[in-house]
C-alpha cells in the first residue's frame, strides 16, 4: 500500500522547495529562479537552480533533478516514505496510517533493532564503567576532573579487556547474528569467530540529534593503538550527517555553537556550562556538517587546538562554513592548546572573554597567510599584499569587500 496521488501532492505542495532547499543549500536569486552550489557534486561556480514556479530543481552541472521530495530522498538518503513523514510533518499535513510493504517493513525494522541494540550496549558499557571492572576508565576520567554528573550526562561507559565481552552479553540478550553484524559493533572473522570491535577502552555514546544512539567512539585505556576508535558507518550511522553533542547543543538557546575538536573537547565545555559546544566525529569537517549547524544557529565560533594541526584543521573547515552562510569566528586559546586545558587553567570567565573576543575569520586567514612572508623584504610583503588581495576577491559582495579591505588596512 502507498499513499494516495492526492495527499503526495498535498504534501508536495504545502512545502515551497526553494525554503526547503535553502536550509541545505545557500540559495541566491537570479530573475525567475535561484542558484546555488550543487549538493551532488564538487563545483565553485553555482549551476544548481531551484524554480519556484515549477517547484522544481535542476543542476546543469550533473543533470540531478526532481522536487522536494526527491531532493530529500538523495540529500538525505531517505525512503520516499521517510522523506514524505519529514515533509508532512514539517508542513503540519497529517498522514494516513499506511501499511508498509514487507521491504520497507524489514529496512525500517532493522534501524529500530540497531538503535535498540546500541541503547543496550551503551547501557551495559556505563555499567561496567562503574563496576569493579571500570575502575581504570573510571579513574581515567576522574583524572579527567569530569563529574559524575557529567558522566551520566553523556552516558560514557567502559567496553571490557575481554574480546567477545558485549558480544556474549547480547547473545543472552536474544539478539541474533543478523542483528548484531548490522551494528558495527563487532567483527565475524571465520578463524577467530566474534569479537567485539571496542575493548579496554572508554566509551563514548554517539547519539543523533533525537538523542537515539547511533554509534561509539572509544578511547584506549594503555598504549594500544588506534587511541580513538569509531563504530563503522552503518544504516543509521553517517558520519558526515552528525555531530557530537549537537543533541544538547540544539536545546542550548544559544545563538551560536563552539566547534571543536573530539569527544573530550565537547564534555569539558559542557562541563563548563558551554552547552552549546559540538564537535566532528572521527573525521575531517565537511559541508554537511556546516549545512546541519545551519539548521540550528547562523554563527560559529571555533576553537580548534592551537597547534598546527588545528591550525590547518580550522583553514580547512572555514570555507564550508562560509558556503552555507555562517557567520564564523575564530577563538584564540594561547598558551594552552585546547578548551579543556585552557579551562583548566584560567577557568569558565576567562574563556567566555575570548570568545567574545574571538577574531573574525578572514583576520585570522590573514594572520596565518603572513606567517608565511618575510614581511621586511619588500619583494615578499608585495607577495602577501597580492595574496590578501586575491583573497579579499573571494568576497562576492562589494561593501562586504571593502569592509575587509578596511578591516586589514588598519
Ligand atoms: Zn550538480
Known amino acids: 500500500m502507498f499513499?494516495?496521488?492526492?495527499?503526495?501532492?498535498?504534501?508536495?505542495?504545502?512545502?515551497?522547495?526553494?525554503?526547503?532547499?535553502?536550509?541545505?543549500?545557500?540559495?541566491?536569486?537570479?530573475?525567475?529562479?535561484?542558484?546555488?552550489?550543487?549538493?551532488?557534486?564538487?563545483?565553485?561556480?553555482?549551476?544548481?537552480?531551484?524554480?519556484?514556479?515549477?517547484q522544481m530543481y535542476y543542476c546543469f552541472g550533473c543533470g540531478?533533478?526532481?522536487?522536494?521530495?526527491?531532493?530529500?530522498?538523495?540529500?538525505?538518503?531517505?525512503?520516499?516514505?521517510?522523506?514524505?513523514?519529514?515533509?508532512?510533518?514539517?508542513?503540519?499535513?497529517?498522514?494516513?496510517?499506511?501499511?508498509?510493504?514487507?521491504?520497507?517493513?524489514?529496512?525500517?525494522?532493522?534501524?529500530?533493532?540497531?538503535?535498540?541494540?546500541?541503547?543496550?550496549?551503551?547501557?551495559?558499557?556505563?555499567?561496567l564503567l562503574k563496576s569493579d571492572r571500570g575502575k581504570l576508565a573510571y579513574n581515567y576520567l576522574m583524572g579527567r576532573q569530569l563529574s559524575d554528573e557529567i558522566i551520566v550526562k553523556f552516558g560514557l561507559g567502559y567496553s571490557d579487556k575481554y574480546s567477545n565481552n558485549l558480544y556474549m552479553y547480547l547473545k543472552k540478550k536474544g539478539y541474533n547474528d543478523n542483528e548484531l553484524r548490522e551494528t558495527g559493533l563487532f567483527t565475524y572473522d571465520e578463524k577467530r569467530g566474534v569479537t567485539d570491535k571496542f575493548w579496554n577502552r572508554v566509551m563514548f555514546p554517539?547519539?543523533?540529534?533525537?538523542?537515539?544512539?547511533?554509534?561509539?567512539?572509544?578511547?584506549?585505556?594503555g598504549d594500544a593503538k588506534p587511541k580513538y576508535l569509531?563504530?563503522?558507518?552503518?544504516?543509521?550511522?553517517?558520519?558526515?550527517?552528525?555531530?557530537?553533542?549537537l543533541n544538547v547543543a540544539r536545546s542550548s538557546r544559544k545563538d551560536y555553537f563552539l566547534i571543536c575538536e573530539g569527544y573530550m573537547d565537547v564534555i569539558s565545555l559542557h562541563q563548563a556550562g558551554f552547552n552549546n559546544a559540538v564537535a566532528a566525529l572521527g573525521t575531517a569537517f565537511t559541508q554537511r556538517?556546516?549545512?546541519?549547524?545551519?539548521?540550528?544557529?547562523?554563527?560559529v565560533v571555533l576553537t580548534f587546538d592551537s597547534d598546527e594541526a588545528g591550525i590547518k584543521a580550522a583553514l580547512r573547515a572555514i570555507p564550508y562554513l562560509r558556503?552555507?552562510?555562517?557567520?564564523?569566528?575564530?577563538?584564540?586559546?594561547?598558551?594552552?592548546?585546547?578548551?579543556?586545558?585552557?579551562?583548566?587553567?584560567l577557568?569558565?570567565?576567562?574563556?567566555?572573554?575570548?570568545?567574545?573576543?574571538?577574531?573574525?575569520?578572514?583576520?585570522?586567514?590573514?594572520?596565518?597567510?603572513?606567517?608565511?612572508?618575510?614581511l621586511n623584504d619588500p619583494q615578499e610583503k608585495t607577495a602577501f599584499h597580492k595574496q590578501v588581495a586575491e583573497m579579499l576577491l573571494e568576497f562576492k559582495d562589494e561593501i562586504e569587500r571593502d569592509n575587509y579591505l578596511d578591516s586589514v588596512c588598519s
Do not use: W
Open 289 to 299: 556538517h556546516a549545512t546541519l549547524i545551519k539548521r540550528y544557529v547562523k554563527e
Open 206 to 221: 554517539i547519539m543523533d540529534a533525537n538523542n537515539r544512539v547511533i554509534a561509539f567512539g572509544g578511547r584506549v585505556m
Open 3 to 54: 499513499y494516495s496521488e492526492d495527499i503526495i501532492e498535498q504534501v508536495r505542495t504545502e512545502n515551497d522547495i526553494v525554503e526547503v532547499i535553502g536550509d541545505y543549500v545557500k540559495l541566491q536569486k537570479k530573475g525567475s529562479s535561484y542558484f546555488g552550489l550543487c549538493p551532488f557534486h564538487n563545483e565553485k561556480s553555482p549551476s544548481f537552480s531551484v524554480s519556484p514556479n515549477k
Open 323 to 345: 558556503d552555507a552562510g555562517l557567520a564564523i569566528k575564530v577563538l584564540n586559546m594561547k598558551p594552552y592548546k585546547d578548551p579543556d586545558e585552557f579551562i583548566k587553567a
Open 347 to 374: 577557568g569558565r570567565d576567562a574563556y567566555e572573554e575570548r570568545i567574545k573576543n574571538a577574531t573574525n575569520f578572514f583576520i585570522f586567514q590573514v594572520e596565518q597567510e603572513q606567517k608565511k612572508y618575510n
Open 230 to 245: 569509531n563504530s563503522p558507518e552503518t544504516k543509521v550511522f553517517d558520519k558526515s550527517r552528525n555531530l557530537y553533542g
Open 64 to 127: 540531478e533533478g526532481g522536487n522536494v521530495i526527491s531532493f530529500l530522498m538523495k540529500y538525505e538518503n531517505y525512503t520516499f516514505i521517510e522523506a514524505m513523514e519529514v515533509l508532512a510533518n514539517r508542513a503540519g499535513v497529517e498522514l494516513p496510517k499506511m501499511e508498509y510493504s514487507k521491504e520497507q517493513r524489514r529496512e525500517k525494522d532493522l534501524k529500530t533493532k540497531i538503535i535498540e541494540i546500541n541503547t543496550e550496549a551503551a547501557k551495559y558499557f556505563h555499567y
